[in-house]
């Protein structure tokens, strides 16, 4: 079922989304060679608190996992999403993507973006920079009266015209009641098919992208999906709404 919201509940869900914006970068301030991921989880925690949000990660399940130990999602290199906080130490020429969801007055907001930890590869540099532009080459195509799959196909082919991968087995979703809404989001499709968009939706799109194939797996954690190839990959999200027939940016700052 694809909620649409009304301009009060889309209210409720920009509060959530700017306790994530503001968390992330407030991370990325202190994304640093020597620094875990623990460490950063932490911060986030402690600031979403002082917000008055809560976690939408921690806690979490789904089907047949263990409940997500960490307030954030932190992915290192051939991490693509849904990396565990823990001792990891990070370092020199590592991309990192922090992922974040926040809920409070029961509307959900969530986002994503990755960092570059200090000094990096030229290739690395570029896959984020075409991985967040892809993101907002899908972000365009989230208008009324467009379709699902016109996001989708924008994302595919501007990653793929720049020589990366899409990843396949992971999409995007409706966010705001909660934190996985329908309707599904891929990064590839073919245009002017899936559901009709409408005012007053709200949705998280979110490329991941990889330098190599695209293929992924799970790691043994049960929550942690790597690159099959061991490449780098890189992940950009936004919550959107779709109001006055245009795509509003909600995980903003």
Same mark, same amino acid.
């Given at each position: 079922?694809?909620?649409?919201?009304?301009?009060?509940?889309?209210?409720?869900?920009?509060?959530?989304?700017?306790?994530?914006?503001?968390?992330?970068?407030?991370?990325?301030?202190?994304?640093?060679?020597?620094?875990?991921?623990?460490?950063?989880?932490?911060?986030?925690?402690?600031?979403?608190?002082?917000?008055?949000?809560?976690?939408?990660?921690?806690?979490? *399940?789904? #089907?047949?996992?263990?409940?997500?130990?960490?307030?954030?999602?932190?992915? =290192?290199? %051939?991490?693509?999403? @849904? /990396?565990?906080?823990?001792?990891?130490?990070?370092?020199?020429?590592?991309?990192?993507?922090?992922?974040?969801?926040?809920?409070?007055?029961?509307?959900?907001?969530?986002?994503?973006?990755?960092?570059?930890?200090?000094?990096?590869?030229?290739?690395?540099?570029?896959?984020?920079?075409?991985?967040?532009?892809?993101?907002?080459?899908?972000?365009?195509?989230?208008?009324?009266?467009?379709?699902?799959?016109?996001? *989708?196909? #924008?994302?595919?082919?501007?990653?793929?015209?720049?020589?990366?991968?899409? =990843?396949? %087995?992971?999409?995007? @979703? /409706?966010?705001?009641?909660?934190?996985?809404?329908?309707?599904?989001?891929?990064?590839?499709?073919?245009?002017?098919?899936?559901?009709?968009?409408?005012?007053?939706?709200?949705?998280?799109?979110?490329?991941?992208?990889?330098?190599?194939?695209?293929?992924?797996?799970?790691?043994?954690?049960?929550?942690?999906?790597?690159?099959?190839?061991?490449?780098?990959?890189?992940?950009?999200?936004?919550?959107?709404?779709?109001?006055?027939?245009?795509?509003?940016?909600?995980?903003?700052?």
């Amino acid at each position: 079922m694809i909620y649409v919201k009304t301009k009060k509940e889309i209210d409720y869900i920009r509060e959530s989304c700017k306790i994530v914006a503001e968390t992330l970068q407030l991370l990325k301030r202190y994304v640093k060679p020597g620094i875990t991921t623990l460490e950063l989880d932490r911060i986030a925690d402690d600031y979403i608190q002082s917000q008055g949000g809560k976690s939408a990660f921690k806690g979490y *399940s789904q #089907a047949g996992s263990f409940k997500f130990p960490g307030c954030i999602c932190a992915s =290192v290199d %051939d991490e693509v999403v @849904h /990396g565990i906080p823990g001792g990891r130490v990070l370092n020199e020429g590592e991309i990192i993507s922090l992922d974040c969801g926040v809920v409070k007055n029961r509307y959900f907001g969530d986002a994503a973006l990755t960092v570059a930890v200090g000094e990096i590869s030229a290739e690395k540099q570029r896959l984020m920079d075409v991985t967040e532009k892809s993101l907002y080459e899908g972000i365009e195509q989230a208008v009324e009266g467009n379709r699902i799959h016109d996001i *989708s196909f #924008a994302v595919q082919k501007y990653v793929e015209e720049n020589g990366f991968s899409i =990843v396949r %087995d992971l999409c995007g @979703h /409706g966010v705001g009641k909660y934190l996985h809404e329908d309707p599904s989001i891929p990064n590839f499709g073919k245009r002017g098919t899936g559901a009709l968009l409408k005012n007053g939706m709200t949705i998280a799109i979110e490329p991941m992208v990889n330098y190599g194939k695209y293929s992924v797996r799970m790691a043994d954690d049960g929550w942690t999906i790597l690159t099959y190839d061991a490449s780098p990959s890189a992940h950009f999200e936004h919550t959107v709404a779709i109001d006055g027939g245009k795509p509003e940016i909600l995980t903003v700052c």
